[in-house]
């Protein structure tokens, strides 16, 4: 190895804090040619911002803009404090994920490139997980309504908020 241990010390600098988030499943949002999963990810002690833009509204409007594409019309999504992750399994890439990513400001969701914010944060990534082997199941299923609505009905099971 090239690099001796004391070289590593100026290299990466992390100034963030890491947040304990409760996460909990809350139904679909169903729509005509896409179903959401939808989870909600409020940090320990917080809560989610009240009068913002409904998910769901944002989530029409950028179909129909063709700024969010349906794929295969099976996803979820992360609604936290200020970050509306929009995940949706790709169609003609079966186990890829395609991530949208919107920041709050004001009361809308804005979207920003996933490059600028990262596609998960360690606590979205329990979600993804869970998600990813929950459709993989499905994938290998004979894809039938019944495994379809397996799948769709397949909540990570974990915090519950009170």
Request: glycine content about 8%.
């Amino acid at each position: 190895m090239d690099m001796q241990l004391r070289d590593l010390t100026s290299i990466g600098t992390v100034t963030g804090q890491v947040l304990k988030y409760n996460i909990r499943s809350d139904g679909l949002i169903l729509l005509s040619n896409l179903v959401l999963k939808k989870y909600l990810m409020v940090p320990e002690g917080g809560s989610l911002p009240e009068g913002i833009e409904p998910a769901g509204e944002v989530i029409n409007r950028d179909l129909a803009k063709g700024r969010l594409r349906p794929f295969s019309g099976l996803g979820f999504l992360i609604l936290s404090e200020d970050v509306l992750n929009v995940s949706i399994w790709h169609d003609e890439y079966a186990a890829t994920i395609v991530p949208n990513i919107y920041q709050l400001e004001g009361r809308l969701w804005i979207p920003h490139p996933v490059e600028e914010v990262g596609a998960y944060c360690s606590a979205e990534k329990r979600v993804y997980d869970h998600e990813n082997s929950a459709f993989l199941r499905y994938l290998a299923s004979p894809k039938e309504n019944w495994d379809k609505i397996t799948y769709v009905n397949d909540f990570l099971q974990e915090n519950i908020l009170k």
